[in-house]
Every structure is written in C-alpha cells, then in structure tokens.
C-alpha cells in the first residue's frame, strides 16, 4: 500500500473515533435519557379477621354497706397498752431494716497509679503518652486546675492513657471537654469506657 493511503485511512480513523467519543456533548439529553424502572407493590391479600366476642361479667348495679360498729369489749386499759408499745416501736431506729447499697467510686488507684473502673462511664481523653514523664506532668497540671486526671497504662512497650473527670452523661463529659478546651487550651475526646470485666 502506498504510504498516502495508509496515512488518509488512518486520518480518517482518529477523526471518526473524535466524532465518536465527542458526540455525546454536542447532543440534548432527549437521546440519553436515564430509563426509572417504577414496579408497583402488590396489594395487601385482603385477611378477615374474626373478634371472638367477649362478655362483660355481670356486674350488679346496687351495693349495700354495712355499717361498722366499734369492738366495744376492748377496754381503755388494752388500748394504753397498745399505744405504749406502738410508742415504743416508733422509738426504736429502723436502720437494720434494709440493708444500705453500698455505691463504688469512680476509681480505684493501684500500686502504679492506675485506675480501675468498675462501672462504665463516660471520660475525656486528653492525652497518649509513649512517655510516662509527660503524662505526669500534664496530669499535674489538670489536678492543679481542680479536674481528676486518671492515667492507664497501655501495650507492652508501657504507653499511658490520660483521661479526665469520669462522668455518668454523655453531655457533662462534653461539657468537661469543652472546659478543657476553654480554660487549658487542652484538646480532649470524649469516650464511653466499659471495663472488661
């Protein structure tokens, strides 16, 4: 083939695959439009319930009363008795008489200053320590400012956790956050801890 064949075939080529690729643009969306699928829900199957009809029990429309009459063979002697000793009970503390739960607190410190929790609760975690030092001082700090730092030791290579006020709401802890943010410029995340065991 000559060469001016191969270059007009291959002209013509690239101008029909432009054509090709840029057609889609010049053209209104009448051509291409999307196609919605609408399916209707089938009808409810039409179910007959049967109430099974229930009787009232008969009630009757008219109530006698009888009359007390007072139990005149106790005598004034029996009922000084009585009110003497319903005093005496009265007197008498009813401490014992349910046992008083007894509430946990929040933490638990350890030997290494770690603090075990024994209910779940909400905490802002303002820090990850890989040294132990810079927990320290920034628990400190917080406690200085009057907030409960709590540290938690994490991994093996020995990372503490350092966490804030435990609270028993979500928006007290975000509060307390907010707080740290304001007063500290301390940047803190709020979490729900949930002890293991």
Do not use: C
């Not at 000559?2 to 840029?22: E, Q």
């Not at 889609?24 to 199957?45: G, T």
């Amino acid at each position: 083939m000559d060469i001016k064949i191969k270059h007009r075939i291959l002209g013509f080529l690239v101008i029909a695959s432009l054509v090709v690729i840029l057609l889609p643009f010049f053209q209104k969306s009448k051509i291409i439009s999307p196609e919605i699928a609408v399916k209707k829900m089938p009808a409810f199957p039409d179910h007959v319930v049967e109430m099974a009809s229930v009787n009232a029990p008969a009630v009757p429309t008219s109530f006698t009363l009888e009359k007390a009459t007072p139990d005149e063979t106790i005598s004034v002697a029996e009922t000084a008795k009585q009110s003497t000793k319903i005093a005496a009970l009265e007197k008498q503390p009813v401490l014992n008489a349910l046992p008083t739960p007894v509430i946990e607190p929040f933490s638990l410190e350890d030997k290494n200053g770690l603090f075990k929790l024994k209910r779940p609760t909400w905490l802002v975690q303002v820090g990850r320590f890989q040294n132990k030092a810079s927990a320290i001082r920034l628990a400190r700090s917080l406690k200085r400012n009057g907030y409960h730092p709590l540290m938690q030791q994490y991994g093996a290579e020995g990372g503490t956790h350092l966490f804030v006020a435990p609270e028993n709401t979500a928006s007290s802890a975000h509060f307390v956050a907010q707080e740290l943010e304001n007063k500290m410029h301390v940047h803190g995340v709020v979490i729900y801890y949930k002890p293991l065991a």
